[in-house]
């Protein structure tokens, strides 16, 4: 039975994966859930310690559907040569090795481009494939570090904080496959495959964006704000009489409706806050003024009266609550695949939306070397050949 693709979009690619942990999975993921032909190839057991957390975790499960799964031992001869026969036929080659590991195996992008000269071969790295960070491990929170994340997150005083989410992971991911999308758009043309390089330090300090660009022209180094938006006020979070709320009541017309809606048409009229600089000035004793009028009610009311009026509030939901929300109800971003035991597995599906080529959860995430003889069968390896490589222990 043919492997059931997520999407018609990318089903005319095929991907090599050999890429651990998440920022590779994550960009391989973007091109499996919109029908790339994606083969995650991993050593077989007993060859390596298994990179990305217990298989059957949250985690491995979120990261590895619409996959299929072979083994590949590329330290023995015929593994090698078995991988490079599977690259004649790719589109993309996928890795996150560190810059030597890849020359030492003799699967680097020079190497691989005289077998296929049309393959794009896309690389994510922590620092970048050259420079005098090259060779260091990366790391997620490291990343978060160095491009100055966790200096603009957290409480002022209280010292650095990391984001709670894996920022420079999930980026460098998505921008790897973004880079992946426009090389073989560009491959229409020229008829000639490249290489992909995108790094958790760069895809970090590019997610910094504004603070990066007050910074870069204005010489500006953004600090700490809390939950205090750094440029726009008021916007940040207040209690209610039975909670938080995030409000963004940002621009004069909104900070207009924002007063008379909250019954204090009094701060329109003081002159700490007429101008968005003298709120800015005194952003400590306008977010107290505030309060004392968003103590009156609840969350729910506030957010009903806020959005009716125009005004941008919403609520601070734990994760269980967003899942339980209507509108992510109605999104259907939560999505349930089969899994071979005829269990459904839930899983957040993508957060774009094509009319005529969607994506879908189609498979679950592989047993390790799950599809290896039946991909080596796509690729043209004879039944004796792949019991040759059975035999040497390369699969």
Known sequence: MPF???SKALARFTVLDLSRVRAGPTCVRQLADWGANVIKIEAPPGTEEQMGGPRAGPDFQNLHRN???MTLNLKVPEGLAAFKRLVRRADVVVENFRPGVKKRLGIDYETLAKINPRLVYASISGFGQDGPYAERPGFDQIAQGMGGL??????PGHGPLRAG????DLSAGLLAALGILVALLEREKSGRGQRVETSLLEAQIFMLDFQAARYLIDGEVAKQAGNNHPTNIPCGVYRTHDG???IAAVGHVIWERFCRTIGAPALLQNEDYRTAAARSK??????AEIETYLKSRTSADWIERLNKAGVPCGPIYSIDEVFADPQVRHLGIAQGVRCRDRSELRLVGQPVKLSRTPSRLAAPPPDVGEHTDAVLKEFGFSARAIAALHKAKAV
């Open 165 to 168: 989410i894996p920022v420079a």
């Open 244 to 246: 938080w709320v995030n």
């Open 282 to 287: 005194n952003r400590d004793a306008l977010n």
């Open 67 to 69: 996959k299929r799964s």
């Open 4 to 6: 059931p693709r997520a």
């Open 150 to 155: 966790m200096s603009v997150t957290g409480l």
